[in-house]
């Protein structure tokens, strides 16, 4: 079938016509129909498919997500657990406000048992305050032999509570050891003290905005 004979294909009595421009119509009209649809009401629902499939993506990675924190939680308690016991023990090695007289004397006495002399042993008159806990600097100047000053330190790290020896200086003055030192022992604060020191921490927070 050519152009010519297309031409004289009649619109009122398309059901003589050819089996291919019968076909051709079909589809015409079938790709008319579809066309029409999308714009009218499919459309609309592929954007909602769309967006539901970015939707499904989402949920199963939080899925995902939330599966493995399950999978690890009892690890997630036991690490829990641990570090609670461990800041437990750490807490027991920081002395009370009450105990700290006691600990300033477990120092000298330290010193004293191995034949060291103290000619300085001056504690801070202000402890330094933390959210937790209070640092108390202790400045000590001692004489004596070079091995009782390395035993002294040693017998300082072997107290029951936390004590730390900073800034150590040696120096020799006519023929006679002195050492030159920062000790520094911590308590833990109380509820009343925990609580202004937060208090001040979120009362600096505000000013500084």
């Known amino acids: ?51 539901q499939q970015g939707e499904e993506v989402k949920l199963k ?21 641990e570090v609670e016991q461990s800041f437990g023990a750490l807490v027991k090695q920081l002395p009370n406000r009450s105990e700290i007289d006691a600990l300033l004397t477990d120092i000298n006495q330290a010193g004293l048992g191995r034949g060291l002399q103290f000619e300085l042993f001056r504690p801070a008159a202000q402890e330094k305050m933390a959210e937790f806990y209070a640092e108390l600097p202790i400045k000590i100047r001692i004489t004596g032999t070079y ?44 509820e009343e003290e925990i609580a202004r020191q937060r208090a001040a921490a979120k009362a600096k927070a505000k000013g500084a905005k």
């Open 61 to 81: 990675d939080q899925y995902a997500q939330k599966k493995a924190k399950a999978i690890n939680f009892e690890l997630y308690v036991q690490q829990l657990n």
């Open 1 to 51: 079938m050519n152009l010519e004979d297309l031409r004289h294909l009649n619109i009122k009595d398309v059901g003589n016509w050819p089996l291919l421009p019968k076909i051709a119509i079909l589809l015409g009209l079938f790709v008319f129909i579809v066309g029409l649809g999308f714009a009218l009401d499919w459309r609309d629902q592929w954007n909602d498919l769309e967006v």
């Open 147 to 190: 091995h009782d000053m390395g035993a002294f330190a040693s017998d300082v790290a072997q107290l029951p509570r936390i004590v730390t020896l900073n800034d150590l200086a040696i120096h020799n003055d006519k023929g006679t050891l002195v050492l030159d030192a920062d000790a520094k022992t911590f308590r833990y604060l109380d």
